[in-house]
């Protein structure tokens, strides 16, 4: 389902993978190897903040990310799962699940702005893909 209006921004669409398409976000893989990391991204124009979404839809947003964070648990055994809606480099709204576990490249701190992205290979990538989207229904 599109939305008037609304267009991926750039960035986001070469650091991630299509997933799948939700009722209210695109969810979408970031494409680095070092930390199993999924994007939301309500399909809204001009959203920056999650206070721009109508209440429902911060609901909608709220069950949405639920069902991305038990996918992504589903596909790995992490010590902790990181949230976030930074938006200081991309403004267009977007939440971060991230799966983190101790010892990883930016253990204990945040994975944003850490390092050189690892792209996944080509069966790695297809696999999670997959597993996810399982996952998502």
Same mark, same amino acid.
């Given at each position: ?5 609304? %267009?991926?921004? $750039?960035? *986001?669409?070469?650091?991630? @993978?299509?997933?799948?398409?939700? /009722?209210? =976000? #695109? ?5 680095? %190897?070092?930390? $199993?990391? *999924?994007?939301?991204?309500? @399909?809204?124009?001009?959203?920056? /903040?999650? =206070? #721009? ?85």
């Amino acid at each position: 389902m599109s939305h008037a209006g609304f %267009a991926l921004d $750039p960035r *986001l669409a070469n650091d991630t @993978r299509h997933v799948v398409s939700l /009722e209210l =976000c #695109d969810v979408l893989l970031m494409n680095d %190897a070092r930390f $199993p990391w *999924l994007v939301l991204v309500p @399909r809204r124009a001009g959203m920056a /903040e999650i =206070c #721009d979404l109508s209440p429902d839809e911060q609901t909608m947003l709220w069950r949405e990310v639920t069902l991305a964070s038990q996918a992504l648990r589903a596909q790995g055994d992490f010590d902790k799962l990181n949230l976030g809606a930074l938006g200081n480099i991309v403004r267009q709204l977007h939440v971060h699940v991230v799966g983190r576990r101790e010892g990883d490249a930016a253990w204990p701190g945040p994975v944003w702005g850490n390092g050189t992205a690892l792209p996944y290979g080509e069966d790695a990538l297809a696999s999670l893909l997959q597993g996810l989207r399982d996952a998502l229904g």
